[in-house]
């Protein structure tokens, strides 16, 4: 069985940090906390990265 990168049900906005702790089987708190750093520390670029993953990643 391989690993698709997929939105989570257990989504805030809209399940892209959430799929992606799926993915790597992290706490979503974690990785959630991760993006929100590194959106920080490299001048917000996080912000259109989230939304370019939000309109490719496909829904569960």
Known sequence: MTK?????????IAGVCGGIAEYFGMDYTIARLVYA???????FA???????????????
Do not use: C, E, H, Q
């Open 37 to 43: 750093l590194l959106t920080i520390f490299t001048a």
């Open 4 to 12: 698709r990168l997929v939105k989570s049900k257990n989504k805030v």
């Open 46 to 60: 996080g912000i259109p990265i989230y939304i370019i993953l939000w309109i490719i990643m496909p829904d569960r």
